[in-house]
């Protein structure tokens, strides 16, 4: 039986093309939508998406995927295979965004700002996949970004004690106490 989070490899490379564009649709959306948002409340919006998307992707991390036995099972296939292509299918990482975003940010505050909101977590979100799949499958340039970001993702998978959870800032493991250096 084909493990739930190894997703076929058309399917793995699409949301790179997905998410960016869906991330301009719900841009656009924010800007023309019947009460819309202006430049300034859509970039508002978009950038508290993006760092909402920071702190999701690091207590996702910490306490869903290295949490409860199932979820830990699903993760630990890209522990023990880092280069597979291990991913969440795209049925359940955008209803994972529509639900944990879109809804309850349009339910607070309007539709025109839940959707700004969703496309700067979105970006987060493809972003934090692209840096995750290079990080793991292309070599890098000695001492530069990406080279430290790969030792810092390095220590997280082979450290001895569970640290550097996040992917697209260390911020949150620094916040939290669960940072170690490169
Ligand atoms: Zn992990
Ligand atoms: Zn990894």
Redesign the pocket.
């Known amino acids: 039986m084909r493990k739930p989070m190894r997703v076929k490899k058309f399917l793995y490379f699409a949301d790179f093309a997905f998410y960016p564009l869906a991330s301009v649709a719900l841009v656009a959306a924010a800007l023309l939508l019947k009460e819309p948002l202006g430049w300034d409340g859509a970039a508002i919006g978009f950038a508290c998406g993006l760092a909402l998307w920071t702190l999701a992707e690091y207590l996702i991390h910490r306490f869903a995927l290295h949490g409860p036995a199932y979820l830990a099972a699903l993760h630990d296939m890209?522990?023990s295979d880092?280069r597979a292509l291990v991913g969440s299918p795209l049925w359940l990482s955008l209803g994972s965004i529509l639900c944990g975003s879109l809804l309850p940010v349009w339910l607070l505050t309007g539709l025109a700002t839940a959707c700004a909101v969703t496309a700067g977590l979105m970006l987060g979100y493809i972003y934090f996949s692209l840096l995750?799949h290079i990080?793991?499958h292309h070599p890098t340039k000695r001492g530069g970004y990406l080279w430290r970001l790969k030792r810092r993702?390095a220590r997280?998978?082979y450290g001895k004690t569970p640290c550097n959870f996040g992917?697209v800032t260390s911020m949150w493991d620094r916040v939290f106490g669960t940072f170690c250096s490169e």
Do not use: D, L, N, R
């Open positions: 890209h522990h880092p995750h990080v793991h993702h997280h998978h992917v």
